[in-house]
């Protein structure tokens, strides 16, 4: 499945502007063009956790671009392994993801759960409109049986 930038932006809840912005700043995102090539699933649920940390934490874009790669990286093998549970962890010096909610031993640090995430693009897509998602069954013409 694949997700046309105007649902990454709905979904996510951002502006083209900032998704442009990011891509310049978000090297695992940078080459989608979204005339041509759309987001997998991981991608988006990495910009929406990115989204979540920028809106609701105010951390700044340029402190997530050089852990991109771990980000979008460990987010689309979690999505493809349709891993529960999983939460994002960052500290002052590290970001890493814990799939089995250890506890986090540093005083001060930001989790982002993707559980909501995934449940949030679930949500949109059950709710969306069957006409709008790319995927949606091809109506074919009824073909009559030929008795032999």
């Known amino acids: 499945m694949r997700f046309q930038t105007r649902q990454v932006l709905e979904i ?10 990011w891509k310049k700043n978000l090297p695992p ?12 699933p991981g991608q988006l649920v990495g910009i929406c956790a990115v989204a979540a940390v920028v809106k609701n934490i105010g951390l700044p874009i340029s402190r997530l671009a050089p ?7 460990s987010i689309e093998r979690y999505t493809l392994e ?3 549970n999983i939460s994002m ?9 814990d799939v089995d ?6 005083a001060t640090f930001i989790i ?11 949500n949109a897509f059950l709710e969306a409109d069957p006409r709008d998602i790319a995927q949606a069954t091809m109506q074919f013409a009824q073909v009559e049986d030929e008795a032999p």
Not at 112 to 121: A, E
């Open 12 to 21: 996510a809840d951002i502006s083209g502007d900032t998704l442009r912005n």
């Open 29 to 40: 995102i940078s080459s989608v063009d979204g005339r041509s090539v759309q987001y997998t």
């Open 67 to 73: 852990e991109a790669e771990v980000i979008f990286d």
């Open 82 to 84: 349709r891993a529960r």
């Open 89 to 97: 962890i960052i500290t002052a010096t590290k970001l890493y993801f």
């Open 101 to 106: 909610n250890s506890p986090v031993t540093d």
């Open 112 to 122: 982002v759960k993707l559980n909501p995430i995934w449940d949030q693009i679930q």
